[in-house]
């Protein structure tokens, strides 16, 4: 069992910044792909950005290349999603997921766990 908490959410002006981060319990993040995800409001969630088990796999959405970076650090249970350069298209609550299998996807199904979500809003 693993259990996700997400922070780092908040408002920001268009063109800003901001860092989220997920907090993993247990000991078993580290044989863990991790995912970020997020669902605006009336929308279907949506895949964001994946990470392989040892940080050297990446994966994004198209949207969020060469704005969004996903990174892990295995010695503090913990996944991040650097935003840069963020949109108003941006603002959704931001999930972050665990798959056990190592699968680095954009498949919620792959992904067994799940975080409560941090909610993310840019002001035009």
């Known amino acids: 069992q693993v259990q996700l908490v997400e922070s780092g959410g908040g408002l920001v002006q268009a063109g800003g910044s901001l860092r989220l981060s997920c907090v993993a319990s247990?000991?078993?993040?580290?044989?863990?792909?991790m995912g970020w995800f997020r669902q605006a409001p009336g929308e279907e969630r949506e895949f964001v950005a994946a990470?392989?088990?040892?940080?050297?796999?990446?994966y994004y959405t198209t949207s969020v290349k060469g704005r969004f970076t996903i990174s892990r650090d295995n010695a503090k249970n913990t996944v991040f999603l650097q935003m840069n350069s963020l949109q108003f298209e941006d603002t959704a609550v931001y999930y972050c997921?665990?798959?056990?299998?190592?699968?680095?996807?954009?498949?919620?199904?792959?992904?067994?766990?799940w975080g409560q979500g941090t909610q993310v809003t840019v002001s035009s």
């Open positions: 997921a665990a798959d056990p299998l190592g699968r680095v996807s954009g498949w919620q199904s792959h992904y067994d766990y």
């Open positions: 247990g000991n078993t993040f580290s044989g863990c792909a």
């Open positions: 990470i392989s088990r040892s940080g050297d796999g990446t």
